[in-house]
């Protein structure tokens, strides 16, 4: 079964340091969702790509974070410098369609601890 | 703007139904998602109705809409152990002219014996 895959699934890194997450999305999904999920929290989008083309990065911290999708498939997303507060769960996600969320698929994330 | 909200915990007895409750504000949602996370798992999209439904069924899940109070339930039926997890409802929301997912806190449901 196609599925979004993601890695690593856990990183410890300390404050300062650079951190990347990498995601491979199912095979012919042309959009490409990173969100975060702080604990105790629902998943909030940081980045949306169609093909290779950012469509939304509204709420990423651009002083910080940075996200490609060189190719078009996958996608990295980076944080550099890492804080404490950037501890969370990473979700990379892809869809057929822009906004179709009934076809979309959710990777098994990335869980992310700044120490 | 844009906020969904659920209650945090629930805790039913293997066997009996469970309802998870959602409130939303965007009635222009043409969607509404019921998403699952089992621990240190990614989202699993349960099931959705679509804006113009009152109530969808499907096997033990059902989903009641009120659109006019902007509520939305699950209604698992017969709840097993394995249904433990935390349940997150989701509206869409518009951003940069494509859909983005709205979700709530999430609500933990603990099925004991």
């Known amino acids: 079964e196609a599925e979004v895959a993601q890695s690593p699934r856990y990183k410890i890194t300390e404050k300062s340091q650079a951190v990347a997450f990498w995601c491979d999305p199912i095979?012919?999904?042309?959009?490409l969702y990173w969100y975060r999920q702080i604990l105790g929290q629902g998943p909030e989008l940081l980045v949306q790509?169609?093909?290779?083309?950012?469509?939304?990065d509204s709420q990423l911290p651009k002083d910080r974070f940075s996200a490609e999708r060189l190719k078009g498939v996958d996608s990295t997303l980076k944080i550099q410098p890492a804080e404490l507060g950037d501890s969370a769960m990473y979700l990379c996600a892809s869809s057929s369609q822009p906004g179709q969320y009934t076809e979309a698929f959710f990777g098994q994330g990335t869980r992310l601890t700044v120490v | 703007g844009e906020d969904v909200e659920q209650s945090l915990f629930l805790s039913v007895r293997e066997g009996d139904s469970s309802v998870i409750n959602c409130t939303y504000t965007d009635s222009s949602s043409t969607y509404l998602y019921w998403y699952k996370q089992e621990p240190g798992a990614g989202l699993q999209l349960l099931t959705y109705i679509f804006s113009n439904m009152d109530m969808k069924q499907d096997q033990r899940l059902t989903v009641l809409l009120n659109k006019k109070d902007k509520h939305l339930s699950l209604r698992i039926a017969d709840t097993q152990t394995g249904d433990s997890a935390i349940y997150f409802c989701?509206?869409?929301?518009?951003?940069?002219?494509?859909?983005?997912?709205?979700f709530g806190a999430g609500t933990r449901l603990a099925v004991h014996p």
């Open positions: 790509f169609q093909d290779e083309s950012v469509v939304d």
């Open positions: 989701a509206q869409e929301g518009r951003s940069g002219g494509y859909n983005k997912l709205i």
């Open positions: 095979s012919g999904h042309a959009t």
